[in-house]
């Protein structure tokens, strides 16, 4: 019974970094593929990244890559998302959401297996 707890957001202006954490409790991370996702007001779900099991290498899709860095510790079941160079348009409600499988197809996270599990979101908000 995995659950996912986020933190991290919050008001940066542009040029800035910002990490945000995904925290696991309840069950292992690594039996768990984890996707960042965001949402913009009146937007469709936006996909950030993907991260398979096992730990073999992030998906980034093409709005952040290059600029987007995922780390995953199974060990002390946390996700982070690491964004530099933000931009007006990377504001939005970001999610943390887990499951056996998750994969990027135009623009779009598909998760698949046990069930998806998802974060509560944090807003980031970019702007000077």
């Known amino acids: 019974q995995l659950q996912l707890v986020q933190s991290g957001g919050g008001l940066v202006q542009p040029g800035e970094s910002l990490r945000l954490t995904c925290s696991g409790s309840?069950?292992?991370?690594?039996?768990?593929?984890v996707a960042w996702v965001r949402q913009a007001p009146g937007k469709e779900k936006q996909a950030v990244s993907c991260t398979p099991i096992p730990n073999t290498g992030t998906t980034y899709a093409d709005s952040v890559k290059g600029r987007a860095v995922v780390f995953k510790d199974t060990i002390h079941k946390k996700v982070y998302l690491e964004l530099s160079d933000l931009k007006p348009d990377d504001t939005a409600v970001y999610y943390c959401?887990?499951?056996?499988?998750?994969?990027?197809?135009?623009?779009?996270?598909?998760?698949?297996?046990?069930?998806?599990?998802w974060g509560q979101g944090t807003q980031v908000t970019v702007s000077s």
């Open positions: 309840g069950d292992s991370l690594e039996v768990y593929a």
């Open positions: 959401a887990a499951d056996s499988r998750c994969s990027i197809f135009d623009d779009y996270v598909h998760l698949s297996g046990r069930g998806e599990v």
